[in-house]
């Protein structure tokens, strides 16, 4: 089952933030992220917040319907409007994300959208994505979002090997993903995301390889790669325990990044983000540097997560559960947490490190330079840019990241 969201302070029935969070916010972008928490089946390794109808049947009735989420979702954006007052910001991004959103037909997702423009506006420039399940979409439903205004879409590739998909329990067909690439683009998207997933018990270097290969075959100008971390309570987590099917381990996990770098690069994809390569600056993800950056974004929709003005909060999980507090007129937030100067500090410093551009010097505390110091000795941090002030990850240091930050934060 899906895993349990934090502990927090409650939230204002009416969702009122405090005064503070939307001082300055007129330097800040501002984004959405819209949660459809459905899916067709459930993949072994997913612990995201999504339901199958037979998870639902019986849970929540009308109101966790999928017929009626569309409604029930932009009764949370009009909420955002009025807790978010006369702030003139129009909204920079839009990412719908699951979940399987494209389960949705094409023109709930429209109008999602077109609660965002009618109540916020969007930048001129906005970006707009939406995730899609190879198998959930075609020609005319890819036409109808490009027409109602998306223009970036991001494909749950995976793997192009059968038996490395089977045991993840993807259901699409090898190769279907890439021809959802060619459909998106003669549909008018410019910026196409293929998503991988490396360390599959069972898959090889070969399988890995193949499925770089198959990605790039297709043209997208953005590839992410993820190592798979199998979740507990997972349907994986079980099969692993029961001896099933292996398991991977972090040298394993390393070969392959390795291997993912490598050949992405001899394509011309640069990497601006650990698990993330772009063919140019245009085709980076927008969306996910507003998270990297620690700039605002509302999360509609049940689990989702929100952050204005360092206010974090996450909205109750359950698909009937969160329309039934919107219905009722009350903010569906089940908790939040108001983040310190320090905790900022930190998760800037986290977040931040993450990136090509990687994070200033000037953020860390006296331990944390002199790991810093030891970090670059050590050929994990490049010296160029630490000469200029930055902290940024050499390759080696990108295999490292989680050990690296942990002693930058010091």
């Not at 494909?155 to 090898?174: C, I």
């Not at 018990?201 to 043209?219: F, V």
């Not at 359950?318 to 320090?342: I, N, T």
């Not at 000037?362 to 030891?374: D, K, T």
Request: glycine share 12%.
């Amino acid at each position: 089952m899906p895993s349990a969201l934090p502990d927090g302070d409650p939230v204002p029935e009416d969702g009122s933030l405090p005064s503070h969070a939307l001082t300055g916010a007129a330097g800040r972008p501002l984004g959405f992220y819209l949660h459809v928490p459905y899916c067709a089946t459930r993949c072994g390794y997913c612990d995201f917040n999504t339901y199958t109808a037979s998870e639902l049947r019986g849970t929540g009735g009308v109101l966790a319907s999928r017929e009626n989420y569309a409604d029930t979702l932009t009764g949370e954006v009009r909420l955002a409007r009025k807790v978010l007052g006369d702030d003139p910001r129009p909204v920079r991004t839009v990412f719908v994300g699951g979940g399987t959103p494209t389960l949705l037909p094409a023109a709930d997702l429209v109008r999602m959208l077109g609660a965002i423009r009618d109540e916020f506006g969007l930048a001129e420039d906005a970006e707009v994505t939406t995730e899609a399940n190879p198998e959930s979409v075609t020609p005319a439903y890819l036409a109808e979002l490009r027409e109602g205004g998306f223009n970036r879409i991001s494909f749950g590739m995976q793997s192009a090997r059968r038996h490395v998909l089977k045991v993840l329990d993807r259901t699409h067909t090898p190769g279907r993903p890439e021809a959802c690439v060619g459909e998106a683009r003669a549909a008018g998207f410019e910026h196409v995301n293929l998503d991988l997933i490396y360390g599959t018990p069972g898959e090889s270097d070969d399988d890995w390889r193949a499925s770089l290969e198959a990605a790039l075959g297709a043209g997208p100008d953005h590839v992410s790669a993820y190592a798979l971390i199998v979740e507990e309570g997972t349907q994986l987590a079980r099969r692993i325990r029961r001896g099933e099917v292996p398991t991977t381990d972090d040298d394993v996990h390393a070969d392959r990044y390795l291997i993912a770098d490598s050949v992405l690069a001899e394509a011309g994809y640069s990497w601006y983000e650990v698990s993330n390569w772009a063919t140019s600056e245009a085709a980076r993800c927008l969306h996910n540097e507003l998270y990297w950056r620690g700039a605002d974004w509302w999360g509609a929709g049940p689990g989702a997560h929100s952050h204005v003005g360092g206010v974090r909060w996450w909205n109750v999980k359950h698909p009937g559960a969160y329309a039934a507090a919107l219905a009722a007129g009350h903010s569906p937030g089940a908790g939040r947490e108001l983040l310190s100067d320090e905790d900022r500090r930190v998760e800037r410093i986290l977040l931040e490190l993450r990136l090509v551009t990687g994070c200033p010097l000037s953020l860390l505390a006296p331990a944390g330079l002199a790991a810093a110091g030891r970090a670059l000795a050590d050929g994990l941090l490049e010296p160029g840019p630490y000469a200029a002030g930055s902290a940024v990850l050499t390759l080696r240091g990108r295999l490292l990241a989680d050990a690296v930050v942990r002693d930058l934060v010091d």
